[in-house]
């Protein structure tokens, strides 16, 4: 194919950002001279800032956008969208890959003026109409990377590998050694990274059980908690809870500069949420546990992380709130079995 133009759309959700990045470095080994701009929301663009695979990234201020519509500013939501379709014509897309699958995304991709509109299989929101093709679906029950991935079928692409992408910068590997140093971590010193909050409160592991976690591992290593600055109220109750000398490192950090910190560790024990994603994306071994959401799906396709879960029969149900008000699919993983998977990793 001789060099093309592609616009990849995938507009938010850490996770599903990184899910999506095996798609640009397949089609960039694929197509070397082809030329690559992702348009991406604020919250997640500064994760795909230093990716080799990408040309340009193109941050759309989806969030303000939504937030216009939702109050009935629709001129100021109007020059916004007809910004994002000036600067997208602008470009010359020839084809557009929408990895996100919404109507929104489906407006973006019909916006930006690519002759070729690929969509993926089974998507909601009437996003197919917008689409000039539909790509096969992948087979079976699927991992969120496999499903991606399959945006690439039309071109013959056999994927060599699963594995996400997520580059960090000197400034920020630089502020995650000063940040340490402060905190008196010395280079070789085992460091275990909690991160006790995730988007939903149906993922979260309870903070007493953190609590637990950091109290047992305070005598084999140093125990960090990390998050953004909305996890501050459930890091508050782990910190109440616990004896430990932990370094609080919530509400600190931007995106790569909390990425920075997670390369730094030893392990990472979290829910399913992005910094997850983030671990697992940089090679960190990670413990998860997970409880609403299926991780054959949304977990470690990788090698070398654990993923802990509990028998329960309503699970997984894919709710942000226990429909039963008893997050007990959460509850039923132990500290002493978090404990048990993160030994193997303090040796």
């Known amino acids: 194919m001789t060099a093309k133009r592609f616009l990849v759309i995938r507009l938010s959700s850490i996770g599903d950002v990184l899910h999506c990045t095996p798609v640009v470095r397949e089609l960039k080994q694929a197509f070397p001279a082809a030329h690559i701009t992702w348009v991406v929301g604020r919250g997640a663009a500064d994760l795909l800032e230093a990716n080799p695979y990408i040309d340009e990234v193109y941050v759309w201020p989806r969030e303000k956008w939504e937030d216009h519509m939702r109050h009935g500013r629709f001129a100021e939501a109007w020059k916004l969208w007809q910004q994002l379709r000036l600067d997208l014509r602008a470009r010359n897309f020839d084809i557009a890959l929408d990895v996100h699958g919404l109507f929104l995304s489906g ?126 109220c459930l890091a508050q109750q782990v910190l109440q809870k616990t004896s430990a000398p932990v370094i609080d490192a919530v509400g600190h950090t931007n995106l790569p500069q909390l990425a920075a910190l997670l390369k730094k560790s030893t392990v990472v024990v979290t829910g399913d949420t992005g910094p997850l994603h983030m671990a697992i994306a940089m090679g960190i071994p990670t413990v998860s546990i997970f409880g609403p959401t299926n991780p054959k799906r949304f977990g470690p396709l990788e090698q070398g992380h654990s993923v802990l879960e509990a028998e329960l029969g309503c699970r997984t149900c894919h709710k942000m709130k226990c429909r039963f008000n008893h997050q007990q699919c959460m509850k039923d993983v132990l500290p002493q079995q978090v404990i048990q998977a993160i030994k193997p990793y303090l040796h």
């Open 107 to 232: 407006m973006v991709a019909l916006a930006s003026g690519a002759k070729r509109r690929i969509g993926l299989s089974n998507t909601r929101e009437l996003n197919s109409l917008f689409m000039t093709e539909i790509a096969p679906a992948p087979e079976s029950e699927s991992h969120m990377i496999q499903r991606y991935l399959s945006i690439l079928q039309p071109f013959g692409i056999k994927p060599g590998s699963y594995n996400m992408t997520l580059e960090l910068t000197k400034p920020d590997i630089d502020f995650a050694e000063q940040f340490l140093a402060s905190a008196g971590i010395k280079p070789q010193q085992k460091l275990v990274a909690l991160i006790p909050a995730t988007t939903w409160s149906a993922k979260n592991w309870p903070p007493e059980y953190f609590a637990e976690l950091a109290d047992a591992l305070a005598q084999h290593a140093r125990v960090m908690l990390c998050g953004g600055p909305a996890d501050r």
